[in-house]
């Protein structure tokens, strides 16, 4: 470990719901490693979502595009509730927030991890005999080009009824950056990466595997195979702990990656990462939160799983700090935690040798093991 202090700048985005109850806990958890490891962080906590509505009537306030611009990384809550569904579809927090922080920032790739760990095989819906060993899986998700954003794209009526239309494009330019993420995250995990695309029916699928078979040609180490999305939504199910890395693209990611986490047990446990531009020094600009959303329902009552949002930030310290003894001893004290029979009501089966905390004492275990 370098004994030259290092301090990175990070903007603190927590939204709405459990977002600010879950982010306490994840900077506590930061401040631990910090203190460790010979680091510190400068915060600019910053409003987005419903909480910025209410206080500025947009959802992304100009304040905190300029804080995200200024810092290494964005740590991201949740945002939305039902207090806020009746705005205009462009004022929503997740229309208005979410998709325009990761156009303005250009993040491309979407980092889900989805690991259920041996002690919560009985949360996942996978039969144990499965799963004996639990999984750990990454999906690299294509993030700002597929169907979800080519052109043209409308209604319009032909021949005296309406007609709907999306446009799937993609550049070999697009598919070959995030190709590329997913190799080098392959090289630091197990060297095997699963490409899935429907390249027996289309065009962009077909120059999809035509470029991951080129892109293999530099990542010798790493073993490339090839799914279709069918297919390998049923393997998912079938064998989730077969995979170690796969990439797809947006809207086969969008639906491969919630499959993944259903399987995991619990979006409490998940953290995702949503990466941009990449440095000289090999690291990324990215926006780092919970798979999960807001869940209003349980908000302020001091119960939600504080761990995604934990996990977020072991992600930000590798992805985008170069802190990597700091994130791996969180995900460290994470798994001690949950071996050790910590349990929030989402992961909770009611057995006697559980031990029920609630969001502060989930934290206060993680921190008891770092």
Aim: charged fraction near 20%; include cysteine.
């Amino acid at each position: 470990m370098s004994r030259t202090h290092r301090t990175h700048r990070i903007a603190v985005l927590a939204g709405d719901g459990i977002g600010p109850e879950v982010m306490t806990e994840s900077l506590r958890v930061l401040d631990a490693v910090e203190a460790r490891f010979g680091f510190s962080t400068v915060r600019d906590e910053r409003l987005v979502g419903g909480a910025a509505i209410d206080a500025t009537g947009h959802p992304l306030p100009p304040e905190t595009i300029a804080a995200c611009e200024q810092s290494d990384a964005i740590l991201f809550g949740s945002v939305g509730g039902p207090k806020w569904e009746s705005q205009p579809p462009d004022l929503q927090p997740e229309r208005g927030a979410l998709l325009p922080l990761r156009k303005h920032f250009g993040l491309f790739a979407n980092l889900r991890p989805g690991v259920c760990l041996p002690s919560l095989t009985h949360a996942s819906p996978v039969k144990n005999e499965l799963i004996p060993n639990g999984f750990d899986v990454l999906c690299v998700r294509e993030l700002t080009g597929g169907v979800y954003f080519g052109q043209p794209k409308g209604r319009e009526e032909r021949d005296g009824e309406p007609v709907a239309f999306d446009t799937m494009i993609y550049r070999k330019s697009e598919i070959d950056r995030i190709l590329r993420v997913a190799f080098t995250a392959a090289m630091g995990r197990g060297k095997r990466l699963v490409s899935v695309d429907k390249a027996n029916v289309l065009a962009t699928s077909v120059l999809w595997r035509e470029t991951a078979n080129e892109v293999a040609a530099d990542f010798p180490e790493v073993a490339l195979s090839h799914l279709y999305v069918d297919n390998a939504a049923m393997q998912l199910v079938k064998r989730p702990d077969s995979f170690d890395v796969l990439v797809t693209e947006n809207l086969f990611g969008d639906i491969l990656s919630d499959e993944m986490a259903m399987i995991s047990g619990s979006l409490g446990m998940l953290p995702s990462a949503s990466l941009g531009k990449q440095n000289a020094g090999g690291l990324y600009y990215g926006m780092y939160e919970p798979s999960g959303g807001s869940a209003p329902d349980i908000a302020g009552r001091g119960i939600a799983n504080p761990i995604a949002q934990i996990l977020s930030a072991a992600m930000m310290l590798r992805h985008s700090l170069g802190e990597n003894e700091a994130a791996a001893a969180i995900e460290a004290a994470v798994a001690r935690t949950i071996d050790d029979g910590y349990r929030t009501g989402d992961i909770a089966t009611g057995a006697a040798a559980e031990i029920r905390v609630g969001t502060a004492g989930m934290a206060d275990a993680v921190l008891e093991r770092l």
